[in-house]
Structures are given as C-alpha cells and as structure tokens.
C-alpha cells in the first residue's frame, strides 16, 4: 500500500516558510486539504512525485509512469488507473462545495485507434460517476488537457452538521485501443483485439492537479442557519 | 484568490516592500525571493536520475538529467518516441507579488536521418490553474549537433502566478521525435551529448501585485 502523508509535506512547507504563512493558513481557509494517498498500475510506488500549495488549498500530482504503449502488444488494447484518496478538513460552520481537476497528458494515435482519458469520482466504494472524459481519435500527435469539477455541496458527502473530516477518490485512468468497427488491411471487421496487427497508441498522464476552486470563493461556504 | 483579498495584502506589504529596497528601489525584485523546493518526475526523469542545484540567490537553478532522450526508428516502440518531465519548483515570495518564468535554457543533442522531425518543448502553467504558456523549438533531418534551445516568455504567452497565494510553478518539458515521414529512418534527440548530461538554467522573473 502506498501512502504519501500529505501532512508532513505541509507541515515542512510551513516550518520553511516561516510564521506568516502558518497564519495565513489558520485564518484565510476553513478548509483544505488534510492528506492524500495513491495507487494503480498507473502510479505504482517511487514514480509520481507530489507538492501541496502551504495553503492546502491545491496539490499537483506528477507522474513517471502513468502510460499505455500499444505498439509492444501488436496495438491491442490497453488501460492503466490511478486511484487518488483525498482527504478534506474544514472548521466547524463551513463546508466543501466545489473541487477542481486539471488533468494534462500527450497522445500519440495511429489513424484507426482511439486514446480515453476518464475522471470519475467517489465518496465511497464503488467505480464512481464520471465527471470528465476525453477521446482522442487518431491520428492524433499532441499535447491534451482536460479539466472538470466536481460539486461537493451538493452531496449527502459535504453536510453542515456532521464530522469535519471527509474523504472522495479521484479515479483517473487511460485507454488505447482499436476503434469500434475498426476494419484491418483486408477489410475484415475486427474491434475486440483479435487481429495480429492493429493500429498503435501511446498515450500518458503527465500531471494532475486538484484543488478548491477559487475564483469567486466558492471552494467552501459558511454554512447558513448556524 | 479574490481581488479584494488581494487588494488587502498590497495595503499591508507594500509599505514594507518599499522600505526593504533602501537605496535600490528601482530594482524590480522583491524584498526577498527564494526556491524552497523542487519536485520532479516524468518518463525522461525517473526518481534518482536528476541532479538539482540551486543559485545562491536562490532565484535560479539548474537540473542534470542521466537518462532523458526520445528516439524514432524501425521497431522502436512509441513509447520511446515522446519522453518528458515535469519540474514542480516551490517558491518563497512575500505577500503583494506575483513571479513568472523568465528564460529556459535547454541543451542537448540531436542527430535525425533525412525525413525524421523532432522537438524538444517546455510548457508551463502555475499550481491548480488551466491557463498553460508553451514553447518549442522543432528541428529537421538530416542533422547531427549539439543544440541550446532559449525559451524567451513573451507578453503573449507569460503566465503569472496568482496574487495573494503561494502556487508552485510546474515546467514541463519534453522531447519528441517523429519518423512517419521515413518509417525506415531513424533519429534521436537527447540532452545528454558530451558528458551524459541534460542542462537547464531557469530564470524568474517578478512583478507586483495591483
């Protein structure tokens, strides 16, 4: 199991950048961001290196590994997935109400194949609902960004009367693989990896950040009636 | 981070900030300014493949990658076509200024048959934002030098980090060579041409907030 205690990191990003910031944090935000972990073939421990702002409000994930390479299985499909546990704290009276997932990558897409990038959340078990997918239908050889919310106020998740510790997963994961309908050189329809020679993909998640939003202060809200 | 909040800091930090200058309140520098932390990863810079060094002003720093190079050619999977990695640097900057990136200076090496293309290219965005400036240098086969890429940020693609936060600024940089032009040609390109060594000097470059 791999853990990466996000609170040590934040406590070190503190203690370097002095008493100022350590009151910044107390006082500006009643809620952050307490503590991540991760797994998946697509963050395997020792490859994803990771930085939490001092203010909890936002973290980026970087990633070593978080790749798919059709060409060394004659083009036949492929998936990776990296699951990340987000754990929140927030002052009593306040609560979550909208998080933020920037997920950037590369594609490269022979004509015939198609690259998936997913984002879907959960509060608990369970594969969760996706609120971010993006198809890259080769040919296709570039850059990709793709970013989505998630709306915490409006799950039983964020309540204004419970505990003030929470917790969602982010499951991001990657697919490459031949297009429905797909037909080879001989003309013959072949879309479940059958065939000796399909068209190649590569594709990777190189960073994926997260956080609050914040433009108009919505990341949290005072709760009302209290 | 609200205009208002903002706004809030500038009251309270600037009289300080001019009364740090002293004598030099024309240099367009902050009080003071430091690199706290870098982070890294990327398929062209597994852990423990980078060398890290940070300028005594701590406004600058320089990474030596052992293994970051992208290759093309018959039977190369494509995984070693495109490599990159991601430099995540932490900074420390008073309240009531923003920072951006200045100069990137990327050397290396590259040797490209006829018909093979390549790139080497730096993208930059600020922790948690969506905004993402970029640069690339592409070079063409045939080819075979050593070769300094100087990223100079312009007004057009200059990203600021946010006012009245701490962001750290992420660099992500890759290189990519492409064959499909002459699928029996190969190339390479790498950063690693005399001493194994990739190089990259970064500079900051700062403005006040308001």
Request: glycine share 12%; proline share 5%; aromatic share 10%.
């Amino acid at each position: 199991m791999l853990v990466f205690r996000w609170i040590c990191a934040a406590v070190l990003s503190v203690s370097l950048l002095g008493p100022r910031l350590m009151a910044d944090a107390a006082t500006a935000h009643p809620s952050g961001i307490e503590g991540i972990d991760y797994r998946g073939t697509g963050c395997p421990e020792g490859s994803v290196a990771a930085n939490l702002a001092p203010d909890a409000q936002t973290m980026t994930l970087i990633f070593s590994a978080f790749a798919v390479d059709t060409s060394t299985r004659s083009g036949r499909p492929m998936r990776k997935v990296c699951v990340i546990n987000i754990a929140m704290g927030t002052e009593p009276g306040w609560q979550f109400t909208l998080f933020g997932v920037n997920v950037r990558g590369y594609a490269n897409i022979q004509s015939g194949a198609v690259g998936v990038q997913q984002v879907l959340h959960s509060f608990g078990q369970g594969s969760g609902q996706a609120i971010g997918r993006q198809q890259l239908i080769g040919p296709f050889d570039n850059n990709f960004s793709s970013y989505s919310e998630l709306p915490l106020a409006a799950a039983e998740w964020s309540p204004c009367d419970s505990g003030r510790h929470r917790r969602f997963h982010l499951r991001t994961s990657i697919t490459v693989r031949p297009r429905l309908g797909f037909r080879d050189s001989d003309g013959e329809q072949d879309d479940g990896g059958k065939g000796p020679n399909f068209p190649y993909g590569y594709m990777t998640i190189d960073s994926i950040d997260g956080g609050m939003v914040q433009q108009y202060q919505v990341g949290w809200r005072r709760c009302t009636g209290r | 981070m609200s205009i208002r909040r903002c706004l809030k800091l500038l009251t309270v930090s600037m009289p300080m900030a001019f009364a740090s200058y002293g004598g030099s309140a024309l240099a367009d520098v902050p009080s003071y300014v430091r690199i706290v932390g870098i982070t890294y990863a990327g398929s062209g810079c597994p852990a423990g493949t980078v060398g890290n060094n940070v300028s005594p002003d701590f406004q600058a720093f320089t990474l030596l990658f052992d293994q970051y190079q992208a290759l093309a050619g018959p039977g190369v999977s494509f995984s070693q076509k495109r490599k990159n990695c991601q430099v995540n640097v932490s900074m420390d900057i008073p309240s009531g200024w923003s920072y951006t990136l200045f100069t990137v200076d990327t050397r290396g090496y590259v040797s490209l048959q006829p018909g093979v293309r390549a790139m080497e290219q730096s993208s930059y965005y600020f922790q948690g934002q969506s905004l993402t400036g970029r640069q690339q240098t592409i070079v063409y086969g045939p080819t075979d030098r050593n070769y300094q890429a100087t990223d100079q940020l312009t007004l057009e693609n200059q990203v600021w980090s946010p006012c009245g936060a701490v962001r750290s600024l992420n660099i992500n940089t890759e290189v990519r060579v492409d064959n499909s032009a002459a699928p029996n040609n190969q190339g390479m390109m790498t950063v690693d041409s005399i001493d194994g060594h990739f190089k990259l000097i970064y500079g900051l470059r700062w403005r006040r907030c308001g």
